[in-house]
């Protein structure tokens, strides 16, 4: 079982950077592809970026590409999401998970594809 903890979200003016931080225990967490998602209010979940178990596949949505970055430290067992920036849009709650056996890209924008998630944290981008 691995258990997710997200941490450094709140609130941030348009313009404005934040970098969230998501700490994992439990499991072997360089083996585990980890990602980000968000949730907006009435909107569906979506994702946002991952990172393969190497750090040799990053993906992102087109939304963020370009803005944000995604890095993993497996000494510290833990992946960030460098946030630059910011727009009001991209105000939601932010979730990190993580999963194994990936295959493509595609498979990384799947949040069925995750077995382990975070409790979420809050980002607010005001204009």
């Known amino acids: 079982q691995v258990h997710l903890v997200e941490s450094g979200g709140g609130l941030v003016q348009a313009g404005g950077s934040l970098r969230l931080s998501c700490a994992a225990s439990?499991?072997?967490?360089?083996?585990?592809?980890l990602g980000w998602f968000r949730q907006a209010p009435g909107k569906e979940r979506e994702f946002v970026a991952a990172?393969?178990?190497?750090?040799?596949?990053?993906v992102f949505a087109d939304s963020v590409r370009g803005r944000f970055t995604i890095s993993r430290d497996n000494g510290k067992n833990t992946v960030y999401l460098q946030m630059n920036s910011l727009k009001p849009e991209d105000t939601a709650v932010y979730y990190c998970?993580?999963?194994?056996?990936?295959?493509?890209?595609?498979?990384?924008?799947?949040?069925?594809?995750?077995?382990?998630w975070g409790q979420g944290i809050q980002v607010t981008v005001s204009s």
């Open positions: 998970a993580a999963g194994s056996g990936y295959s493509g890209s595609g498979s990384y924008r799947d949040y069925r594809r995750y077995d382990y």
């Open positions: 990172i393969s178990w190497s750090g040799g596949t990053i």
């Open positions: 439990g499991g072997t967490f360089s083996a585990l592809g």
